[in-house]
């Protein structure tokens, strides 16, 4: 098995709309992805291709929530969605709605969402036919 390494030309061109974010910060955002998807020979994604793409997605995920991208998208430090909004000395306020604790981190963004539904595989539980606990 392969251990994936930053490639951050192919990161680039995989997510153009984080160009706000410096070359500089990218190695940081590669290693606090590893903190949520395993990135070495013990990993459940085996196929370094899709763990390499699953670490890009979390990667695009922390820059949207830490910095925003480039089109002013995200990185307003809130957490979850607008749920209300007044104009007369500026009033907002979010709330995650109703989603599962597990999984509403993941949901701030198209890209947490996207790693969440595409690692659903990985969170199923495993059933053996012909096994016999005696």
Request: proline share 6%; glycine share 8%; no cysteine.
């Amino acid at each position: 098995m392969a251990i994936v390494t930053l490639d951050i030309p192919k990161f680039r061109a995989m997510y153009p709309e984080f160009s706000n974010v410096p070359d500089e910060q990218l190695p940081f955002l590669f290693d606090q992805a590893t903190d949520y998807l395993n990135n070495t020979d013990y990993s459940l994604v085996i196929d370094p291709i899709k763990r390499e793409r699953l670490l890009y997605m979390l990667m695009a995920h922390l820059a949207y929530m830490r910095f925003g991208d480039a089109n002013g998208n995200g990185g307003s430090g809130m957490v979850g969605r607008v749920s209300s909004a007044s104009e007369g000395s500026v009033s907002v306020s979010s709330d995650v709605g109703p989603v599962e604790f597990r999984y509403a981190w993941y949901t701030q963004s198209p890209y947490g969402f996207d790693y969440w539904q595409a690692t659903k595989i990985y969170r199923m539980a495993n059933y053996y036919p012909g096994s016999s606990y005696g």
